[in-house]
């Protein structure tokens, strides 16, 4: 079995200089730039240099353009988007901003990354319980969240794709599930967005927060929030600063008029720099269609598996149903030390991370048969020498 190789996959690759060094199988963790956000990158750094602040009004334009179409890419209104400079800024702005009553409490999985369960958990002051649901083999079972809830839940908290598991959570039955309960959804994106298609309308989610380091292809330090614009009045306004009000850069008018949008939470300077490049990142995605690069994702990870089972791997992911496949398979080879087998790998410039134990790759859609040859040629090399370690 060899993967399809058309030009949309050809030319995706040329996009990305770390394919000349690198076999990259860990876009869960931290991307690789593609040569479009480096060239954007290039072009503003050139700009600041040369033009100081002269070159603003040209960057919040780009900025603005790149609002658009994070908003075009997921059916939502740019006015439903906020630049926020990680995930976890986009979570809070939920967990501080919601108007908690003492005795109500949220419902999430017990398996979700730290960020998703911290913020949470900061509100136990406040008299916020927090029911944490085990998951069954990395699965996500939305009956048992359902069953968890009761007249004093407000909110549904999960990941769209688990970090550890890889498990990709129909996000339509969730928000479904959460409503009929009386309650509303936030959904940490970071590990779906940009590998696959998300229609906000269509699913019906109320919150999403997404840092752009992962399979958007951008840098670290800037991110995307969501809200349904009719929560716009439900969620106090956090980080209120000079950005934040209708009348923007007059600022002799001292005059609290909230922007409308959810503008309204960037209430100081942006990373202009790295949503430019973020925004190069989008283009070339956006270029390609998530529809498709779910699709071509799907399609590597499926090979991946079948090459490691015939290796001897232990496939930990559950990937028996497409619908909850995703970009990340977590695996074992038995008798191997994974942080051994990740140091072997890097000496090999194949890239792949250690997680709770466990191996984790997570390759994105111009990854090709070469690589994935190079992968299992490492983890073959590395079998005899982590079992004498």
């Given at each position: 079995m060899a993967l399809s190789n058309d030009r949309r996959w050809q030319e995706f690759r040329r996009q990305m200089p770390i394919a000349g060094r690198w076999a990259y199988f860990d876009h869960a963790a931290?991307?690789?730039?593609p040569g479009p956000a480096r060239d954007a990158v290039t072009n503003w750094l050139a700009e600041?240099?040369?033009?100081?602040?002269?070159?603003?009004?040209?960057?919040?334009r780009r900025l603005q353009q790149v609002r658009a179409q994070a908003a075009h890419l997921v059916g939502a209104a740019p006015e439903e988007i906020a630049l926020v400079h990680n995930t976890t800024e986009g979570i809070n702005l939920v967990a501080e901003g919601f108007p908690w009553r003492e005795g109500d409490n949220l419902v999430l999985p017990a398996e979700e990354f730290p960020?998703?369960?911290?913020a949470w958990m900061n509100l136990a002051s406040r008299g916020v319980e927090n029911r944490r649901?085990?998951?069954e083999h990395g699965r996500l079972d939305l009956g048992k969240l359902e069953a968890a809830c009761d007249s004093r839940t407000r909110l549904v908290a999960l990941s769209?794709?688990?970090?550890?598991?890889?498990w990709r959570v129909d996000l339509a039955a969730a928000a479904e599930m959460a409503h009929r309960r009386g309650a509303l959804l936030f959904v940490d994106a970071i590990q779906g967005f940009g590998a696959f298609p998300l229609d906000v309308r269509q699913t019906g989610i109320d919150f999403f927060a997404a840092g752009g380091q992962k399979w958007m292809l951008g840098p670290e330090g800037v991110g995307l929030f969501y809200l349904r614009r009719e929560?716009?009045?439900l969620l106090r306004p956090l980080g209120v600063g000079a950005h934040s009000v209708q009348q923007g850069h007059d600022y002799t008018r001292i005059e609290l008029h909230l922007k409308e949008t959810a503008a309204r939470y960037e209430g100081g300077g942006a990373n202009s720099v790295g949503f430019i490049a973020l925004g190069a990142s989008l283009d070339l995605l956006a270029a390609i269609g998530l529809d498709a690069m779910g699709q071509r994702i799907l399609e590597i990870t499926d090979l991946c598996c079948q090459r490691l089972e015939d290796l001897g791997?232990?496939?930990?992911?559950?990937?028996?149903?497409?619908?909850?496949?995703?970009?990340?398979?977590?695996?074992e080879l038995p008798g191997c030390d994974s942080l051994a087998i990740r140091r072997h790998s890097y000496t090999r410039k194949v890239a792949l991370a250690n997680r709770s134990g466990k191996l984790r790759i997570s390759p994105h859609a111009y990854i090709n048969d070469e690589d994935i040859d190079r992968l299992i040629e490492t983890l073959r090399e590395a079998q005899p020498l982590c079992r004498r370690e």
């Amino acid at each position: 079995m060899a993967l399809s190789n058309d030009r949309r996959w050809q030319e995706f690759r040329r996009q990305m200089p770390i394919a000349g060094r690198w076999a990259y199988f860990d876009h869960a963790a931290v991307s690789p730039l593609p040569g479009p956000a480096r060239d954007a990158v290039t072009n503003w750094l050139a700009e600041a240099t040369e033009q100081g602040g002269t070159a603003w009004p040209n960057w919040d334009r780009r900025l603005q353009q790149v609002r658009a179409q994070a908003a075009h890419l997921v059916g939502a209104a740019p006015e439903e988007i906020a630049l926020v400079h990680n995930t976890t800024e986009g979570i809070n702005l939920v967990a501080e901003g919601f108007p908690w009553r003492e005795g109500d409490n949220l419902v999430l999985p017990a398996e979700e990354f730290p960020t998703n369960q911290y913020a949470w958990m900061n509100l136990a002051s406040r008299g916020v319980e927090n029911r944490r649901i085990p998951m069954e083999h990395g699965r996500l079972d939305l009956g048992k969240l359902e069953a968890a809830c009761d007249s004093r839940t407000r909110l549904v908290a999960l990941s769209w794709v688990g970090f550890l598991s890889g498990w990709r959570v129909d996000l339509a039955a969730a928000a479904e599930m959460a409503h009929r309960r009386g309650a509303l959804l936030f959904v940490d994106a970071i590990q779906g967005f940009g590998a696959f298609p998300l229609d906000v309308r269509q699913t019906g989610i109320d919150f999403f927060a997404a840092g752009g380091q992962k399979w958007m292809l951008g840098p670290e330090g800037v991110g995307l929030f969501y809200l349904r614009r009719e929560h716009l009045p439900l969620l106090r306004p956090l980080g209120v600063g000079a950005h934040s009000v209708q009348q923007g850069h007059d600022y002799t008018r001292i005059e609290l008029h909230l922007k409308e949008t959810a503008a309204r939470y960037e209430g100081g300077g942006a990373n202009s720099v790295g949503f430019i490049a973020l925004g190069a990142s989008l283009d070339l995605l956006a270029a390609i269609g998530l529809d498709a690069m779910g699709q071509r994702i799907l399609e590597i990870t499926d090979l991946c598996c079948q090459r490691l089972e015939d290796l001897g791997a232990v496939i930990a992911s559950s990937r028996e149903e497409t619908a909850h496949n995703s970009g990340i398979v977590t695996f074992e080879l038995p008798g191997c030390d994974s942080l051994a087998i990740r140091r072997h790998s890097y000496t090999r410039k194949v890239a792949l991370a250690n997680r709770s134990g466990k191996l984790r790759i997570s390759p994105h859609a111009y990854i090709n048969d070469e690589d994935i040859d190079r992968l299992i040629e490492t983890l073959r090399e590395a079998q005899p020498l982590c079992r004498r370690e």
